[in-house]
């Protein structure tokens, strides 16, 4: 401490005192070691604080490397080489982008967001992503989309891809094949796993991942190992809500298995993160109070020598002042400017850099540059016990583009250098490219038997398997399961129960199959109890890390909270963006794992497809396997709730994700056949799909399977109920799905009856089936114009159907309107558009105009149309069937 330190004069104690009490802890840390001085702090801190003295909270720690240069150990590569091998992939990845857009130059690309996570990268590739083999199952890595350059142009060097398929990046339907843009399985399902382009989704997926290998571990699915979940994340990213929204989770499950490592180039798209504060020291301070181990990786090598000049502190307390603004603007400015701008502020500071040239401090090293302190720190966070690690890397964006970019605000958008520029960038990174052909841009990659391809090579075979790398690598699954779903087949005898029921009662049955009972992955949102799926928690335990450390309040009861280390539900809170994410591990753990998972997400209707439909999008992308439900769905099934719960938009939010099937079954015989019908596409066949399944809480008796209704029920359409009276003139097709279908089955008797319309009723169970059908059948008569044309199984069904047909649903027109003009006859929609009402099933079902009576109308209207009745016929209709046809209209109501 100097005499005229301003915190010690404050403080009103003089210097020397203030040094003897810093000389004592020496002392004690010294001969005693870091825990006795640790806990000297402690003990110190809770006696000012039971004296009243409460210390300034902070959860940050001074603005420096969090592992001092003694404690950094040994880099074990070779410095050089690894240089030399970062550097061709810098250059190729470069080269891509480049040479992309002068093809085209609308083709896009990021070139600076490698260009900052290359040495980030490297040293993980070679020194610690350990590939997927035969016998480990190696770490799982989540990389930053927008650095995919760099990741293909390791793969090249690594010769996994060829020249032409780097020449076409972002040009996927070259004939000869390209790359995608981004991290996308379903394009390069034998290259990447996870989609991770759409900002922070990954974060998110990546605890779920690591706590989903946990489960595995504690279920006895999988052996215990230490492998590792690593996610490569944007500063920026981490605004996204769902990047620190499950940050509590990773250190609440002590996933010491989870790694992050935020790429802190100080920079999103348009300008600084935060430009007027710190986001490395937000971001500390967010993860060191969620209970992370954080490791701050700010300063290379070189400034090594000025902090051990600087016995104060004075320098790094100013390099805790400055803003991230003034960070970035250090990166394009000159070594005056530096000298000025960070050390000019005090004569002692400066001091520390007198005899450092101006070159010397305009080219001082970001941390996240430095495979020293990488090494240290991904080595400090592979080894860390008890909680998850963060690595928060300070880099520079667009490190390397010189003027053309580094740092610039426009970096993230560059995608072209001129000549200069880009001989600069070859001069820099030693590429031995001559300036004859650097307008060419070639890629580079040195033979075979040089160093550098021998090195990569080896250290990559040192480290198992080529990452990243998808495979499959599950069983199938043997058998049929009939004798699961065999009962629900037969009805319920008159029994009422709902859809939900049905399937609570099938995942019971599910559960106890010696073949799938313990891939099954029941994962619900807090709403066990709504689906009445309490009576699992004690028949398979809820899944708990730790056990059940108390005795629960209901434990007398016959079904009480069991929480379990082998428990197999994962009861995931009120959380359906995590839900979803352990949903995508589960769905995937078929290739991350080779285990079959079969998870079946239930949720509230609501609150899935309308919520968080960009994580199933990226589950498709994932080509996950598994069953989501959507439960108390129908907007005028769920009474009571009203607006924000009354769900019929989710089939049409279901539609354009291209693997999902959709199904709105209306009895347990439907729900059974669909869901052993997807178990046997997904598990035996291989076929990467998944299921979205509507449940209601409606309970009525159901009916046994119609003899021959299998197929129909799963192409979307069959016909359940046959009118009886074959001799009438008046003839009606009544499509009804989901809970609508038994408004339709009134219909079909009040036509009867009061009209002497016979009807025949349909169930729809997918609109989705029966659109895609229809769309596939045109696409090929298109194209095969002299050929017989396929026929649209709609088609097919309704045939020579006689009549006018009415569709009622209790999800939006626009999905009956779908398939409409591939039914023979012209088509009567009846929907629920418009927003939700608290009140009865039957209050709401006259409000949006889709019960009984309005199906009777809109049957008698469309006899009108076709000059069948009279229009005084469908007039009285109203007032006998008690419709007020003032009614408001529930779309702007
Ligand atoms: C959900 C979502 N919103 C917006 C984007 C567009 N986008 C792509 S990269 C980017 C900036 C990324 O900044 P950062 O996370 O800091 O990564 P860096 O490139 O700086 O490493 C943005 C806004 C996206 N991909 N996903
Ligand atoms: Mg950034």
Known sequence: MTDNHSDTRLLGIDAQEMQEWIESFDAVL???GEETAGLLLERL????????????????????NTIPPEKQGVFPGDQNIERRIKSLIRWNA????VRANRVDHSIGGHISTYASAATLFEVGFNHFFRGRTEHFEGDTVYFQGHASPGVYARAFLEGRLSA??????RRELRPDGGLSSYPHPWLMPDFWEFPTVSMGLSPLMAIYQARFNRYLEDRGLKPVTDSKVWAFIGDGETDEPESLGAITLASREHLDNLIFVVNCNLQRLDGPVRGNGQIVQELEAAFRGAGWNVIKVLWGTDWDLLFERDSDGLLVKRLGELVDGEYQRLVVESGAYVRQLVFGTDPRILKMVEDVPDEALRTLRQGGHDPRKVYAAYKAAVEHKGSPTVILARTIKGYGLGEGGEGRNITHQQKKLNEEELREFRSRFGIP???????????????????????????RQQLGNYVPSRRV????????????????????????VSTTMAFVAMLRHMLRDPEIGKLVVPIVPDEARTFGMESLFRQVGIYSSRGQLYEPVDVHTLLYYKEAKDGQILEEGITEAGSM??????????????INTIPFFIYYSMFGLQRISDFIWAAADMRCRGFLLGGTSGRTTLAGEGLQHQDGNSHVLALPIPTLRAYDPAFAYEVAVIIQDGIRKMYKDGESIFYYITLMNEPYAMPPMPPGARDGILKGLYKFRASENKKSK????LFGSGAILREALRAQEILEEKYGVAADVWSVTSYKALYTDGINAERWNLLHPAEKPQIPYISQCLGEAPGVLVAATDYLKALPNLISRWAPQRFASLGTDGFGRSDSREALRNFFEVDARFITLATLRELFRDGKIESSVVEKAIKDLGIDAGKPNPLLT
Request: proline share 6%.
């Open 164 to 169: 032409k398929q780097l020449e076409n990046f």
């Open 473 to 496: 690598r599950s069983q199938p699954i043997v058998a049929d399961h009939d004798e699961l779903f065999r009962e629900f087949l037969a009805g319920s005898e008159g029994r009422e």
């Open 581 to 594: 994410a352990s949903f995508m591990a589960a769905g995937s753990a078929y290739a991350t794992h080779g």
């Open 30 to 32: 010294k001969d005693e």
């Open 45 to 64: 801190r809770s006696r000012a604080q039971s004296l009243g003295v409460g210390p300034a909270f902070t959860a940050n720690t001074p603005y420096a």
């Open 730 to 733: 008046l003839r009606a097709q």
């Open 433 to 459: 490219i001559s300036d004859e052909q650097i307008a060419e841009m070639p890629f580079y990659r040195p033979p075979e038997d040089s160093h550098e391809i021998q090195y990569l090579r080896a250290r």
């Open 94 to 97: 470069l080269a891509m982008v």
